[in-house]
T-cell receptor, first 116, second 115 residues
Framework: AQSVAQPEDQVNVAEGNPLTVKCTYSVSGNPYLFWYVQYPNRGLQFLLK??????LVKGSYGFEAEFNKSQTSFHLKKPSALVSDSALYFC??????????????FGTGTLLAVQP | NAGVTQTPKFQVLKTGQSMTLQCAQDMNHNSMYWYRQDPGMGLRLIYYSASEGTTDKGEVPNGYNVSRLNKREFSLRLESAAPSQTSVYFC??????????????FGAGSRLTVL
């Protein structure tokens, strides 16, 4: 079965420190991977995606993610955290059996809390 | 540019009542989706519509029906609401294509409570 796992319910980091939010995946074929962010009482917003090519993907708001095929991981990173980065982060993978649609399978989410 | 608009934003129902969640997008997207978000469960796909005139079940379709009214609108109906349907519901849309790389645009969500 296809799935993504986010092993941490919450990540705490001090402002200015680097942050990492972890994601591992299990899919058939080549993975199409995504990160979304959800601010309180808002819908999800796209951050970045990996389709093919360079393993380091850069996205919005200074975030980047590293694709590691051997470890089946796609961790989200940022060199210096901001208090405004505090939000719920979701990793997702395209449903390989979705045909030409873009159905996504989401992880359970990781709450990032950045302390001032 | 409104993107994806959902109504209502909040609703409280009694068990057994029915209601329809409305969703409209103005990006000329072909595909539309309904997800529900529950604590510890992430987002789960209820139904989707790959293109106008088609609808298909997702991971958790039981207790729901959908209608793709036209290219812009995709509604979700609860015929007989149950407490297990208390959740936050998100509508999303995307382009349709074999690249699989198209991004989903989400609405702000509809918070439903069933008593």
């Amino acid at each position: 079965a296809q799935s993504v796992a986010q092993p941490e319910d919450q990540v705490n980091v001090a402002e200015g420190n680097p942050l990492t939010v972890k994601c591992t995946y299990s899919v058939s074929g080549n993975p199409y991977l995504f990160w979304y962010v959800q601010y309180p009482n808002r819908g999800l917003q796209f951050l970045l995606k990996y389709i093919t090519g360079d393993n380091l993907v850069k996205g919005s708001y200074g975030f980047e993610a590293e694709f590691n095929k051997s470890q089946t991981s796609f961790h989200l990173k940022k060199p210096s955290a901001l208090v405004s980065d505090s939000a719920l982060y979701f990793c997702a993978v395209r449903d390989y059996y979705g045909g030409a649609t873009n159905k996504l399978i989401f992880g359970t989410g990781t709450l990032l809390a950045v302390q001032p | 540019n409104a993107g994806v608009t959902q109504t209502p934003k909040f609703q409280v129902l009694k068990t057994g009542q029915s209601m329809t969640l409305q969703c409209a997008q103005d990006m000329n997207h072909n595909s539309m989706y309904w997800y529900r978000q529950d604590p510890g469960m992430g987002l789960r796909l209820i139904y989707y519509s790959a293109s106008e005139g088609t609808t298909d079940k997702g991971e958790v379709p039981n207790g729901y029906n959908v209608s793709r009214l036209n290219k812009r609108e995709f509604s979700l109906r609860l015929e007989s609401a149950a407490p297990s349907q208390t959740s936050v519901y998100f509508c999303a849309s995307s382009e349709y294509g074999l690249s699989g790389a198209n991004v989903l645009t989400f609405g702000a969500g509809s918070r439903l409570t069933v008593l």
